[in-house]
């Protein structure tokens, strides 16, 4: 598990016209998927996010409520928010239904960000082939 201030001192803001919320959004996203956060490992609260980037509250609160309707992370009242574990694996229509929807979201992500759909793909399955992919 890393410190707050480890995680806090890699978080970036980047002057792309990206909104700040969803930078923030994938950069926690691709910590979780690289194992640097760990399923039950306490996120950086708000505030501190917000003091360290210099952003407004808001503006964390709306990334953090955006990982926590993903499922990403689970708000715990009076204690913070932590990352959630992996939900089971879907099967069937249910499965098929949320692959389409996570396929449309990279290609709207890569589309917003340039990024050519085909080179997309091509990391994709190169990641997901590697020994140590989560």
Known sequence: MHTQEQLLSTLRIE????????????QFLRMMGAGRLKPGDQMPTMRQVAVSLRVDLNTVRHAYDDLERAGAV???????????EPAATLTGPDHEAET???ARQALAAAAAAGVDPAALARKINELATQEDAP
């Open 15 to 26: 002057d792309t016209g990206v909104p700040i919320y969803v930078q923030l959004r994938e």
């Open 74 to 84: 689970i708000l715990v009242r009076g204690r913070g928010s932590f990352v959630a």
């Open 100 to 102: 389409e929807r996570l």
